[in-house]
């Protein structure tokens, strides 16, 4: 944008400023991190009680990511950290006790564009329980 200025003399000035429009923000992802899915790929289902998640379709203006973490009636946010490739991931700072945990990534980029991922529901369970074990038929003989 180009301003110009004349006053009752005749002189004149102007001034530029540059500037872009920015009303669009990608819609981020977040999936469980391959390495930390234990289950059956794909399902959500980890013995990791300190799970990475990778974050995708982050914009390059994105100023802040954090993910939003529910469990029970708790609320937690985690900061993303984005490593030298650019690829951007999340992992919890302590550990998480067995149960559902519901993730929605929140990105905003330096224009103040906010958008939401859709949400993952991930199932912790690192514990294994066995029934009690119980003799159903002994004959009495020995051996």
Same mark, same amino acid.
């Given at each position: 944008?180009?301003?110009?200025?004349?006053?009752?003399? #005749?002189?004149?000035?102007?001034?530029?400023?540059?500037?872009?429009?920015?009303?669009?923000?990608?819609? =981020?992802?977040?999936?469980?991190?391959?390495?930390?899915?234990?289950?059956?790929? #794909?399902?959500?289902?980890?013995?990791?009680?300190?799970?990475?998640?990778?974050? #995708?379709?982050?914009?390059?203006?994105? &100023? %802040?990511?954090?993910?939003?973490?529910?469990? #029970? !009636?708790?609320?937690?946010?985690?900061?993303?950290?984005?490593?030298?490739? !650019?690829?951007?991931?999340?992992?919890?700072?302590?550990?998480?006790?067995? !149960?559902? %945990?519901?993730?929605?990534? &929140?990105?905003?980029?330096?224009?103040?564009?906010?958008?939401?991922?859709?949400?993952?529901?991930?199932?912790?369970?690192?514990?294994?329980?066995?029934?009690?074990?119980?003799?159903?038929?002994?004959? !009495?003989? =020995?051996?």
């Amino acid at each position: 944008m180009t301003v110009e200025a004349t006053d009752k003399a #005749g002189n004149k000035t102007t001034q530029q400023l540059d500037f872009i429009i920015d009303t669009l923000l990608s819609e =981020p992802t977040i999936v469980l991190d391959n390495t930390d899915d234990s289950g059956t790929k #794909g399902d959500n289902l980890t013995n990791v009680n300190k799970p990475t998640f990778l974050l #995708g379709n982050i914009d390059a203006d994105a &100023r %802040y990511v954090t993910v939003e973490v529910q469990h #029970g !009636g708790t609320k937690e946010v985690l900061t993303a950290t984005k490593d030298a490739t !650019g690829n951007w991931s999340v992992t919890p700072t302590g550990t998480w006790a067995d !149960g559902d %945990y519901t993730l929605t990534v &929140r990105v905003e980029d330096e224009a103040g564009n906010e958008k939401h991922s859709a949400s993952l529901t991930v199932t912790v369970d690192t514990q294994i329980t066995i029934d009690a074990i119980e003799l159903v038929n002994d004959n !009495g003989i =020995p051996g």
